[in-house]
């Protein structure tokens, strides 16, 4: 990916820029900087009609192909699209799941029926979707999954046993995609099928699980005899693993620049913190925060390398293992920054900001594959070792 920008590239950043200061105000102003569900200012229904004011500016769907309502933009404006955004004040994006992660999974494995039916929900910021994939028995080893899942010969929909656990935002969402074992007595990968299933029904249960932060941005989803039509899942029954793969695959490309443009915000308000209190002063903090700044970089070049369709990947490995230990180790440096006073409630935004930093960082390097998890892969599959 070429770095130097272009005057085309200029320009597109431009409006991106000029259309955040334009709409992100008035009704919207109390979203901005929020990170997401349970942050100051970050009200779920307000939330929503930003996802569908930015779906009337056309910044949803920006490399969807054309033919699925899309702007099939090049690699380089995505980046920058998210980059601007989280500059500019950009709140954590509740399509986020449903636009990134599902929606390319129901180009390449759905039917014309079903991206016809649910494309442009998530096109126009107006269904929200939640990830069915961990469950108590079942997180960094996925194969491991138990919910069950089979037809009802009668009704010819799928009935649904199980339960689900850090779900993120369920309690907000329309619909989940859950990973289930539909075939008795199949074991590891093999036996699977990805189904498509509304959560507004009886059969499904959710709690939501309080933080350490005092959020509830996850919830467990218990699915007693829930129910979906026959025809909701991607792939053929039998075949999830495959497409569950191919889901979390997702997860790397211009979306990360995003995110690495809010820990460059992170960073900043370290930066701000100790220049306000003094702590720039001390030349072994000074160090820490240089080498947080260099190790950030490198985390973008790693991004902008394996940002591509023919990516490796193992990529995505390597970048969640890189990013996870450098965003923990930043929150480390906040507290430190704050000294004794990072003990202390304070009222001040950015004191706040920096606790709730260290607080959410320390689950980085648990949550989407446990780094030991991201190890081994890297292990198996890039460098060939045995198991």
């Not at 992100?24 to 009609?49: D, I, N, Q, T």
């Not at 994939?133 to 009668?154: H, Q």
């Not at 979906?228 to 075949?239: D, N, R, Y």
Request: proline share 5%; glycine share 12%.
């Amino acid at each position: 990916m070429n770095l130097q920008e272009t005057d085309t590239e200029r320009a597109f950043r431009a409006s991106v820029r000029d259309w955040m200061h334009a709409h992100l105000c008035g009704e919207f102003a109390p979203l901005r900087h929020a990170s997401g569900l349970g942050s100051p200012g970050y009200e779920p229904a307000l939330a929503k009609r930003w996802e569908q004011q930015l779906a009337a500016g056309g910044w949803t769907g920006l490399g969807w192909p054309r033919q699925h309502g899309g702007r099939e933009l090049p690699l380089a404006q995505q980046v920058i699209f998210h980059e601007e955004y989280v500059r500019c004040g950009g709140p954590g994006r509740l399509g986020h799941i449903g636009e990134t992660l599902l929606a390319p999974t129901l180009m390449a494995h759905g039917t014309p029926e079903l991206q016809a039916r649910f494309l442009p929900g998530i096109l126009a910021g107006q269904t929200y979707w939640a990830q069915g994939y961990s469950e108590p028995g079942a997180g960094s080893d996925l194969a491991a999954v138990r919910t069950r899942a089979r037809i009802d010969p009668d009704s010819g929909e799928w009935v649904i046993d199980g339960q689900k656990v850090w779900t993120s935002w369920a309690h907000e969402s329309d619909w989940i995609f859950v990973l289930a074992r539909c075939e008795p007595g199949s074991q590891r990968h093999k036996g699977l099928v990805l189904l498509l299933v509304p959560l507004h029904q009886n059969g499904v249960t959710l709690r939501p699980i309080r933080q350490i932060t005092g959020e509830a941005e996850f919830n467990e989803v218990f699915f007693d005899g829930a129910r979906t039509e026959g025809a909701l899942h991607l792939g053929a029954p039998g075949q999830g693993w495959a497409v569950a793969m191919y889901l979390l695959g997702c997860e790397r490309g211009a979306s990360t620049l995003g995110q690495q443009a809010h820990f460059q915000s992170e960073l900043e308000q370290v930066m701000e913190v100790a220049r306000r209190n003094g702590a720039a002063r001390d030349p072994l903090l000074r160090q820490r925060i240089a080498h947080a700044a260099l190790g950030l970089q490198t985390l973008r070049s790693h991004a902008l390398r394996t940002s591509g369709d023919d990516a490796p990947a193992r990529a995505s490995s390597i970048g969640k293992y890189a990013w996870s230990n450098w965003r923990r180790t930043l929150g480390e440096l906040a507290m430190d920054v704050l000294g004794a006073d990072g003990d202390i409630a304070s009222n001040d935004p950015l004191h706040q900001a920096l606790q709730r930093l260290w607080l959410v960082s320390r689950a980085d390097t648990i949550y989407a594959g446990s780094n030991e998890i991201q190890l081994n892969l890297m292990a198996e599959r890039a460098l060939q070792m045995p198991r």
